[in-house]
Structures are given as structure tokens and as C-alpha cells.
């Protein structure tokens, strides 16, 4: 018989204490009592630990190299410990480089045979020894001359190569570790290995490396590892390493079905699924708004132009490892596109303008294609093709500061919206080599310094560290576990104008070139797609989530009420579906795992009463709610960008 009606937050009470099920004429629980309680406690508490462990911040803040001079040298000086340890152990292992990184080190070696995981774990104890003895750390400063003589005697052809890139003039300097061992190197270092814990300093892997980045170059052997002041910071960061990677993008892009990077057609081609396509299409929508309210024009330009297009650029000349090969079509030869830039130029170049109609906003969605070596390639964060949130603006140089200072209000805007409100800013100037004469420079760098200044950020000054052809912000973004991500970039130009001669009619109707300004906020959709979805670790916030609300019945008899209640909200503008026809168990555990926001199930309480009995991610069992006072809720948290239903 069929079953009878019954109120869905009942029902939902009855799961949670071990699951229902209609048999024979009675409701009974799915197993026996007990059995059914342990099984579903079990399946919810991993579905919430699951849950929790992904959303709960790591509150250990772990100083990165930059921030920490103290930890940079104890990085730095590790990295030559592993290298001494290494060729006290392997002796025919030739020695490259041996940097810190941003958490940690690295060191490449020339050796065929390759690492195991147990070779690891023989240089650690080697490591220790070394810093047990508590060798001195020495710089000595010598004759190039001397230090090729010293390099050839041990037979370390990579460390000459390093000796000739050393720039005639500049000192030479080698690091010794006591009187065994001894690098070509700058430092700095600590003063002796003893000031090193060998508690706090963990090997991690092994990779493959071509020498100097190169393809054509020898693969050697990378050995990565981490260190740090002491035992517990050291805990602490393995704790950030697992949360990290709880909130792998890649990771939750399959389990929430977001995306997929199917080598069948090429690496670095992203495949966005209808949930993903939906919550990138809730981004472009926010962004296309957001631009045109902030006084932007949109444009569309093609996915491929001539080649002549790149060489009148200069990216055919400076660009050309990162592009794909030409296309022949017709006997000409074409270029898919690394770059937005050139396009929104030709659009400058067929009108004509006044100072008076200057500053043009223009934005495109623009996607571009660069070729990436395989081994680069990295889900969502490295690609070969992408979607760039660009915009060039065309301004008077009077109007750079009021321009610079609007897109640094947009910046914070959008990153706001999307729960990012801690930034790091840099402002990059001239460099020895650059175009443009310095008057120019000069009225950039203090227009952008202005504009930082009425914006009221803090930021620092990267002397020389701008592009050849104008200065530029950068903004890195905080995440919820203290990673930072380098996202927005404003960079004034002053060379494609003089390249394709474009110009403005000035008071007296002279020619005048107009200075550009590219920016992005996203830097591309597909990389702050996957940084937002490892911010959120999945959870994203209800205005943005692919799918807003699922409608869950208590059986089947509640199905068409359920199917009426998601068409009144989809035609409402609310990205609600339906459970499929599943145990009711089953439905709330796949929305749990679906990371939904608003979970509502329906029974005869709320088919008769024309409600919904909702639970939400944020604040658990909100009881019966109307199913247009629902629809009203999550447009208003639309509205106002929030998580809030």
C-alpha cells in the first residue's frame, strides 16, 4: 500500500535517528533500530566532518619566506645541507641550484638514477648529522678566476654555467659548511648548521626538472622540502598542507562536477560541465553588470588575426615561446591570440577621437590561447586556454590618476563580492630598459602612487620592477587559509600606442598619442574560478552556487509537488532541482556532499500548507517557509551578494 502523507520535518528527524521506510502498512526504520542509528550517525558524521574539516581555517598563520628574513635563511641554508648531504651519500651527483621557496627549498641534482622515497629518508638522517655537528657557515668573496678553477677541479659543469651568468663587475662568492663542502652562492645564511632544528625540517618529494626551464636541456632531479624555527611550526604547516589539499579545486571540480581536463583533446583545454558552465556564467553576469554600472563599454573581438597583426605588436618577436605556431589559411598566416590587447586597439584605430571623447572604457571577456609545456599544466591555475577579464582604458595623461584610482574602487568592488577583502599591493616602477621618455614616467608613476594614496592602501614600491613599456599595480588576495594569490594587475603602457600610432585630437587639433591602461581584476576566470572554489572549499556562498536550492520529497508521493515547487523558483529566476527519486536518506546525504546551500524537503505538512521545510548550510533547520517567501529570500541574498537566506 502506498504510504500516508507525513510532515517532511518529521521524516527528516526520523532519518537523522537512523532512516524510515514505508513497509507494509506502517512507516518502520529502514534497519533495525539501533543498527540503522549507528550506520546513519556514521554516514553524517563523515559527510559534517567532511564539511567542517574543508571550511574550518587553519588559524596557524606560517611566515612565508618573503615576510620572514630569519625563516628565508634557514630555508636558504637547508637547501645546501641537503645538497651536502646528498653528495656525501651519492657522490657522482652533480649539484645545479638550490633556492628557497615560499614555504620551503628545493635543490636540483644531475643524477640518472633518480631518488626513491627511502633515499629521502637516508639524506634526512645525513641532514641531521650535518647539523648536529654544528658546521660554520662561511662566506668568502674570490677572483672569478680562482672560482672557475675551484668549479672545474670538481668537475660541476652546471655550477660554471652559473659562474658566466654572473655579470662582469659583480662579486663572486662561495659558502662554505665547515671545511668539507662549499657553493657557488649570494646567500644569506644562518651562521652555523646548529642554528638549523632538524625537528622542524621534512624532505617532501621528488619531481623532474629540466635544467634552466628548457626542454632541450638535461632533467634532473628536484628534492623539495620544508623548514622552519621549530617542531610545532612544522606540525602546523603539515595541518595547512591537508587542509590545503582538502580544498584542492581539482579535487572538488570532479566531485561537485564543475570542469574536466580530458587529455583525449589536449592538456590545458578546460571542459566546463553544466554545473560549472552555470557558476561561470553567475560570474560573467556579475562582472558584464558591475563594468557597465562603472561606466564601461563591452566588446567582442575574434579568436585568431593575421600574423603581420603580432609582429606590428611585437609579441611575434617578444611573445613567441608562449604562442601557438601559425595557422596557414589562404597563403597568409594567422595566430590564435595570446592577448586581448592588440584587438581592442584596432577597434581605437577605426574611429576617431578628441580629447573631449576621452577616456574610452572598454572591457572584454576576452578568451586567449598560450602554449604551456606539458609538465607546467596545472588544473584550472595553468591552461592554454583562457578567459581574460580585460579591459584597456584610453585616457588624457591628466586623467591617469582618476582612471588608476576607479579601477582600484572596481578591484575592491568585485574581490569584496566574493569574500576576498585582504590584499597585497605592489606598485612596480622604471626599469634600466624601458620606452618613453622620462617626463612620461615620470607623471605615471606619480599618478599611480596618487591614486594608491587616495585609495588609502598601504603598498610597496618595486624599484625598477615595472614592465619596459610603463609601470603597474599589483594585488594579491588572502584566501581563508592565508594563502596569497597574485589576481589584479593596472599597467600603463606607453608602447603599443606608438606601435599601431594611434592618437587623439588635442585643444588645438593636434595629434596626441592617448595613454593606455590595461587592468584586470580576475587576472583569468578559469584561475579565480579555482581560487574561489579552494577560498569556499566548495561551500560557495548562496548567490554564487551553481545550484541554489534542492527540493528533496519524502517519497515519490511528493514528487509533483516537489517538480511544481522548483518550476515556480527556476521561472522566478532561482537555480533550484529536484532530488532524484532516491530514500530520502540518501537525498540529504548527496545534497550534503553537493554542498547545496539551501536544502528543502517536502512531505504532506507542506504540500498542504504550500511550504517548503527548509535547512540551510549557514544556520541548519530554519522550519516551514513559504515557497514564495523562500524565492524572495534567496533573491535578496543575490541582491546583496551574501551567504544569507
Not at 655537528?133 to 660541476?156: C, D, F, M, S, T
Not at 568592488?413 to 624601458?434: A, D, H, I
Amino acid at each position: 500500500s502506498s504510504p500516508p502523507g507525513r510532515g517532511a520535518m518529521a521524516v527528516l528527524r526520523a532519518c537523522a535517528r537512523g532512516g524510515v521506510a514505508w513497509r507494509g502498512n506502517r512507516w518502520r526504520c529502514a534497519t533495525a533500530p539501533r543498527a540503522a542509528a549507528r550506520a546513519t550517525a556514521r554516514a553524517t558524521a563523515a559527510v559534517e566532518a567532511e564539511t567542517v574539516e574543508a571550511e574550518t581555517p587553519v588559524p596557524v598563520q606560517l611566515p612565508t619566506s618573503d615576510e620572514s628574513p630569519e625563516l628565508l635563511k634557514i630555508r636558504h641554508t637547508s637547501a645546501h645541507v641537503l645538497a651536502m648531504a646528498v653528495q656525501r651519500l651519492y657522490p657522482e651527483a652533480q649539484v645545479t641550484i638550490g633556492p628557497w621557496i615560499e614555504r620551503g627549498f628545493y635543490y636540483d641534482f644531475d643524477y640518472p638514477e633518480g631518488f626513491t622515497p627511502q633515499d629521502l629518508k637516508k639524506i634526512k638522517k645525513e641532514m641531521q648529522k650535518i647539523i648536529k655537528k654544528n658546521y660554520e657557515l662561511r662566506r668568502e668573496e674570490v677572483p672569478r678566476a680562482e672560482a672557475k678553477a675551484r668549479i672545474e677541479a670538481l668537475q660541476e659543469p652546471y655550477k660554471l654555467e652559473l659562474l658566466d651568468a654572473i655579470p662582469e663587475g659583480e662579486p663572486v662568492t662561495i659558502y662554505h659548511i665547515g671545511e668539507e663542502w662549499w657553493d657557488l652562492c649570494a646567500g644569506p645564511h644562518v651562521a652555523s648548521t646548529g642554528e638549523l632544528d632538524a625537528r622542524a625540517i621534512e624532505l617532501e618529494s621528488v619531481a623532474g626538472a629540466y635544467w634552466r626551464g628548457s626542454e632541450e636541456n638535461a632533467m634532473l632531479q628536484r628534492i623539495y622540502g620544508t623548514a622552519w624555527e621549530s617542531k610545532e611550526q612544522l606540525l602546523a604547516y603539515k595541518a595547512f598542507k591537508e587542509e590545503a589539499a582538502r580544498r584542492d579545486h581539482r579535487t572538488l571540480g570532479k566531485a561537485l562536477d564543475l570542469f574536466s581536463i580530458q587529455e583525449q583533446a589536449g592538456g590545458g583545454l578546460v571542459f566546463w560541465h553544466p554545473k560549472g558552465a552555470m557558476l561561470r556564467h553567475v560570474v560573467e553576469t556579475y562582472w558584464k553588470e558591475t563594468h557597465l554600472k562603472r561606466g564601461y563599454e563591452l566588446l567582442v573581438s575574434p579568436h585568431v588575426a593575421k600574423l603581420d597583426l603580432w609582429k606590428t605588436s611585437g609579441h611575434a618577436d617578444f611573445y613567441a615561446d608562449g604562442m601557438f605556431r601559425p595557422i596557414d589559411v589562404d597563403e597568409e598566416q594567422y595566430q590564435l591570440k595570446p592577448m586581448n590587447c592588440p584587438f581592442h586597439i584596432m577597434i581605437y584605430k577605426d574611429g576617431y577621437y578628441s580629447y573631449k571623447d576621452l577616456p574610452k572604457r572598454w572591457a572584454e571577456l576576452g578568451t586567449v590561447y598560450r602554449y604551456e609545456r606539458s609538465g607546467t599544466m596545472h588544473g584550472l591555475f595553468r591552461v592554454r586556454g583562457f578567459t581574460q577579464d580585460d579591459a584597456h582604458i584610453f585616457c588624457l595623461p591628466e586623467q591617469i590618476a582618476s582612471e588608476i584610482k576607479g579601477v582600484l574602487d572596481l578591484v575592491e568592488e568585485v574581490l569584496s563580492s566574493f569574500g576576498f577583502t585582504e590584499y597585497e599591493v605592489n606598485l612596480s616602477t622604471r626599469p634600466e630598459k624601458s620606452v618613453g621618455d622620462d617626463g612620461i614616467w615620470d607623471q605615471a608613476e606619480a599618478s599611480l602612487k596618487e591614486a594608491l594614496d587616495m585609495k588609502g592602501w598601504e603598498f610597496v614600491v618595486d624599484e625598477g620592477g615595472g614592465a619596459f613599456y610603463g609601470p603597474k599595480i599589483d594585488v594579491k588576495i588572502k584566501d581563508a587559509i592565508g594563502r596569497k594569490w597574485q589576481c589584479s594587475t593596472i599597467q600603463v603602457d606607453f608602447n603599443l600606442p606608438e606601435r599601431f600610432d594611434i592618437n587623439y585630437a588635442d585643444r588645438d587639433n593636434s595629434k596626441k598619442r592617448p595613454i593606455m591602461i590595461h587592468r584586470a581584476i580576475f587576472g583569468s576566470l578559469e584561475r579565480f574560478i579555482g581560487v574561489a572554489t579552494e577560498n569556499y572549499a566548495g561551500l560557495f556562498p548562496l548567490w554564487m552556487a551553481p545550484v541554489q536550492c534542492i527540493v528533496l520529497p519524502v517519497s515519490d508521493n511528493f514528487r509533483e509537488y516537489a517538480e511544481e515547487c522548483v518550476k515556480t523558483m527556476v521561472a522566478a529566476g532561482v537555480r533550484a532541482e529536484v532530488g532524484k527519486s532516491e530514500s530520502l536518506a540518501k537525498l540529504i546525504r548527496n545534497a550534503e556532499k553537493a554542498k547545496i546551500p539551501v536544502m528543502a524537503v517536502v512531505g504532506a505538512e507542506e504540500q498542504e500548507a504550500g511550504a517548503l521545510a527548509v535547512r540551510t548550510k549557514a544556520k541548519g533547520d530554519l522550519g516551514m517557509v513559504q515557497v514564495q517567501d523562500a524565492i524572495g529570500r534567496i533573491k535578496a541574498a543575490v541582491e546583496a551578494r551574501s551567504d544569507e537566506f
